[in-house]
């Protein structure tokens, strides 16, 4: 298998997220973290811990519906291990953040026990959200507040400032811009977050990307890779070889008949992004590995 890609990231405006984050951690009674369930590990700013200050938090495993359903369920069940509450959910739809509202006043139900016995009852809570450029937020914090006043866009980064949004269900959200951390000590996690379109792909050779996905397709979801682009991937010794079968079984030829891998590494990377090739989780959770 082919070497992941060394990537280093940091716009200015992330160190003025951090400073933000820790500024504004007081105002709030708790955090959402925004994860990609593809990914839970690598999508979690390891930085959040210290930032956030000890406050209750509630995971959002987000684009669950584009991971493997059985993975999910055991992303939830190792994060309830860990003392945190962890649901499966799609932002975009809504599915799954029914749960939200009641989950927040589970985590909260001693501070507004403590506030009711004040004579403060129906109380906001008010509730930062955090995560990483593309995680979901806007998308999160627009089906909560049933307004699109959070900008959506599906590229890293648009997100600015911190703004509150009040929902109907006696919560105030507060958003975030995304943040990642300065380096990727990990080059495969830098390489996990441009497989699902965290990392803008243009600082990155898309073609070596799209290779690199299809190694790990090809070993864990072959069968899903085969169904989709209907190739027989046996014979294939790396991912570049993958890309040009595809390349070739959908017609993306150039001048010579040479197969087209750029036009190829843009649609797999697509695909896998838009949930198309099949629910896949890239990240395992093997309660040893990731203690």
């Known amino acids: 298998m082919s070497e992941p890609?060394?990537?280093?990231?940091?716009?200015?405006?992330?160190?003025?997220?951090?400073?933000?984050?820790?500024?504004?951690?007081?105002?709030?009674?708790?955090?959402?973290?925004?994860?990609?369930?593809?990914?839970?590990?690598?999508?979690?700013?390891?930085?959040?811990?210290?930032?956030?200050?000890?406050?209750?938090?509630?995971?959002?495993?987000?684009?669950?519906?584009?991971?493997?359903?059985?993975q999910t369920e055991r992303w939830i069940e190792y994060f309830k291990n860990q003392g945190v509450y962890a649901i499966g959910v799609d932002c975009k739809t809504g599915k799954g953040l029914n749960a939200f509202v009641p989950l927040c006043k589970k985590i909260l139900k001693d501070k507004i026990a403590a506030w009711e016995a004040k004579g403060m009852r129906n109380k906001i809570l008010k509730i930062m959200v955090v995560g990483i450029p593309n995680s979901g937020k806007s998308s999160f914090i627009n089906r909560m507040s049933k307004k699109s006043k959070a900008k959506?866009?599906?590229?890293?980064?648009?997100?600015?400032?911190?703004?509150?949004?009040?929902?109907?269900?006696?919560?105030?959200?507060?958003?975030?811009?995304?943040?990642?951390?300065?380096?990727?000590?990990?080059?495969?996690?830098?390489?996990?977050?441009?497989?699902?379109?965290?990392?803008?792909?243009?600082?990155?050779?898309?073609?070596?990307?799209?290779?690199?996905?299809?190694?790990?397709?090809?070993?864990?979801?072959?069968?899903?890779?085969?169904?989709?682009?209907?190739?027989?991937?046996?014979?294939a010794q790396n991912g570049i070889e993958l890309l040009e079968l595809i390349a070739r079984k959908r017609g993306m030829l150039i001048s010579g008949g040479e197969a087209d891998l750029e036009r190829a590494a843009v649609t797999v990377l697509d695909e896998f992004r838009g949930g198309k090739i099949g629910r896949i989780t890239l990240e395992k959770a093997d309660f040893q590995e990731v203690n």
């Open 5 to 70: 890609q060394a990537i280093s990231w940091f716009p200015g405006h992330m160190a003025k997220t951090r400073r933000t984050i820790s500024e504004s951690i007081k105002l709030v009674d708790a955090v959402a973290e925004i994860i990609d369930a593809r990914i839970p590990v690598s999508s979690r700013n390891p930085e959040l811990d210290k930032l956030v200050s000890g406050k209750p938090r509630i995971v959002l495993l987000n684009k669950a519906d584009a991971a493997d359903p059985v």
């Open 152 to 235: 959506v866009e599906d590229r890293p980064g648009v997100t600015r400032g911190n703004q509150w949004f009040p929902t109907d269900n006696g919560v105030d959200l507060l958003d975030t811009p995304g943040v990642l951390w300065p380096k990727f000590d990990d080059p495969i996690v830098g390489e996990r977050l441009a497989f699902t379109g965290a990392i803008k792909d243009n600082i990155l050779d898309v073609e070596t990307l799209a290779g690199r996905l299809l190694e790990i397709l090809h070993a864990d979801y072959d069968d899903m890779l085969s169904a989709r682009y209907k190739i027989e991937s046996d014979g």
